[in-house]
C-alpha cells in the first residue's frame, strides 16, 4: 500500500494589540474589556488547540505528512496527494493560488463560529469567529471526512476557477472566488469600452463573498458559470 502523502497548510496565529491599546480602542468598560481581551485570548487558544487536535489525529494514520504556516510557503504546491487547510476560508483560498487541479484540498474551519457566543456579545463588538463558506471540517467530524478521503470512499466535488490574461498574457494564478478589474487606486475612474471604477467577476464559490458583499446573487457552490458586476462610485 502507497502511503499518502499530506500537506497540512496553517493559519497563522492572529497578532492582536497590545493590553493597553485594546483598551482604549474598544472601550473604557472594563467589563466589555475583560470580554474583547477573553475573547481574542479563546479564538487564539481555540485556533492552537484545533490544530495540536488534526496533528495528533494525522500521526495515527498511515501517512506522511508535514504542517507548514501559510505565511511561510510561497512555491508552488506539487508532489502531495491531500492539501489539508487549518483556518478559514482565506487559508484555502491561499492553498488555491499555488496549486492546479490535480490536487484535492480538503478546507478545516479551526474556529466555527459559535451562535450562543455571538447572542450574547454582537451588541458590544463583532463576535463571529472564522468564515468556513469552503471548509467542509471542523474538529466534529475531520477524522470521519478524512478516513473517506484516505479509504477512497469519498470524490472531491470540481469548483471553477478563472483563469485571467492581462494583454494576452496568461496569469499563474487562477481565481477560485473572484477578480477585481480596476485601477490599483480604488477612488481613481477605471476606462474600458464602459466607465465605471471597475469590473468584479466570481465564481460560483466566490458568489458568497466580495461579490455578495456588493450587492450580487448567491449562486450554487458548484456552478460553473461567472457572475460580472460593474463596480460603480
Known amino acids: 500500500m502507497v502511503r499518502k502523502r499530506l500537506l497540512m497548510l496553517l493559519k497563522p496565529f492572529d ?3 497590545s493590553h493597553e491599546s485594546a483598551v ?16 481574542l485570548h479563546d479564538r487564539t487558544l481555540a485556533h492552537k488547540n484545533a490544530i495540536d487536535f488534526f496533528q495528533n489525529i494525522l500521526k495515527k494514520k498511515v501517512v506522511d505528512w508535514k504542517a507548514v504556516f501559510r505565511s511561510d510557503l510561497s512555491k508552488p504546491i506539487r508532489d502531495v496527494d491531500l492539501v489539508i487547510t487549518v483556518g478559514g476560508d482565506g487559508t ?8 492546479d487541479d490535480s490536487i484535492p484540498v480538503l478546507g478545516v ?15 458590544e463588538f463583532d463576535a463571529t469567529r472564522s468564515t468556513g463558506y469552503l471548509c467542509a471540517a471542523t ?23 478563472m483563469a485571467v490574461s492581462v494583454n494576452s498574457k496568461l496569469i499563474s494564478t487562477s481565481a477560485l472566488n473572484d477578480v477585481l478589474l480596476a485601477h490599483p487606486c480604488p477612488a481613481t475612474v477605471s476606462r474600458f469600452s464602459f466607465r465605471s471604477s471597475g469590473l468584479r ?12 458583499s456588493a450587492g450580487g446573487f448567491t449562486m450554487p457552490v458548484l456552478s460553473k458559470e461567472l457572475q460580472y458586476m460593474l463596480e460603480i462610485q
Open 15 to 17: 497578532v492582536y494589540p
Open 24 to 39: 482604549h480602542s474598544i472601550s473604557s468598560s472594563t467589563s466589555n474589556r475583560h470580554k474583547v481581551l477573553r475573547y
Open 92 to 99: 484555502l483560498l491561499q492553498a488555491s493560488h499555488l496549486m
Open 109 to 123: 474551519n479551526s474556529d466555527p463560529t459559535r451562535p450562543e457566543e455571538v447572542a450574547e456579545l454582537n451588541e
Open 139 to 161: 474538529a466534529n467530524n475531520f477524522e470521519h471526512i478524512l478516513d473517506g478521503i484516505l479509504e477512497n470512499r469519498s470524490e472531491p466535488s470540481e469548483l471553477a476557477r
Open 201 to 212: 467577476v466570481s465564481t460560483g464559490a466566490g458568489s458568497t463573498a466580495a461579490m455578495h
